[in-house]
């Protein structure tokens, strides 16, 4: 829960390293707004295999939502992974003046 709706650049992915390293094989990556029913958001991505202990990225292009979440599409299987990262894109809009005072908006996006 990211506790607002932002643009999700990418999301990171890593796996154990101890054991169980298959266990993320086919995993989904949905971005969205609904909470209760987490299957009926976008999926951004499906993890196909991550080496034990190894970090993918995936790219989901500014999807848009309040809920990221990593799920197996089978619900009898266990999922477990270390860590995900997610990176939004956040918008900073500043006014600065010019020599003839007319302001000008500037955006700057943080990856």
Known sequence: DLMKMYSVNRVTITNRLDCCESRINGAE?????????????????????????ATYSYSCCGMEGRY??????????????????????FQVIQNYLTTWSKPFPVELYFF
Not at 46 to 51: H, M, Q, T
Request: glycine share 6%; net charge neutral.
């Open 29 to 53: 990556i949905h971005v969205g707004n609904f909470s209760s029913d987490v299957f009926s958001n976008p999926v951004c991505a499906v993890v196909p295999s991550i080496p034990a202990g």
């Open 68 to 89: 990221v979440t990593v799920n197996s599409p089978r619900n009898s299987r266990i999922l477990t992974l270390c860590e995900v990262g997610v990176y939004v894109i």
